[in-house]
């Protein structure tokens, strides 16, 4: 498996979380940055959080302070733990492995 596998997305209500998950093997796991993006209709697609192969983390200025990004080297797995949703926070999560390998994505609903 090479291409990254997300999973975890869906419906919330504002103020509630979710946690996002994207799988890979463990050469991509243990060699790459694994970035989160999101996506909506009719927009661009932006970077919500980072995290190297070292664990460094960076996030967007929207979801610092709500959003957590970590790796879990048992499992080749990076998680996006999302805290204290708000609907503008809908929209389609990508995960992103080194330059441009792509997950397929998986939705996350934010609404009452």
């Known amino acids: 498996q090479v291409q990254p596998v997300e999973s975890g997305g869906g419906l919330v209500q504002p103020g509630g979380s979710l946690r996002l998950s994207c799988t890979t093997n463990?050469?991509?796991?243990?060699?790459?940055?694994f970035g989160w993006y999101r996506q909506d209709p009719g927009k661009q697609r932006e970077l919500v959080a980072s995290?190297?192969?070292?664990?460094?983390?960076s996030y967007t200025d929207s979801v610092t302070g709500r959003f957590t990004i970590r790796r879990d080297n048992t499992k080749n797995t990076v998680y996006l733990q999302m805290d204290s949703l708000k609907p503008e926070d809908t929209a389609v999560y990508y995960c992103?492995?080194?330059?441009?390998?792509w997950g397929q994505g998986t939705l996350v609903t934010v609404s009452s």
């Open positions: 995290i190297t192969n070292t664990g460094r983390t």
């Open positions: 463990k050469i991509i796991f243990s060699a790459y940055t």
């Open positions: 992103k492995a080194g330059q441009d390998l």
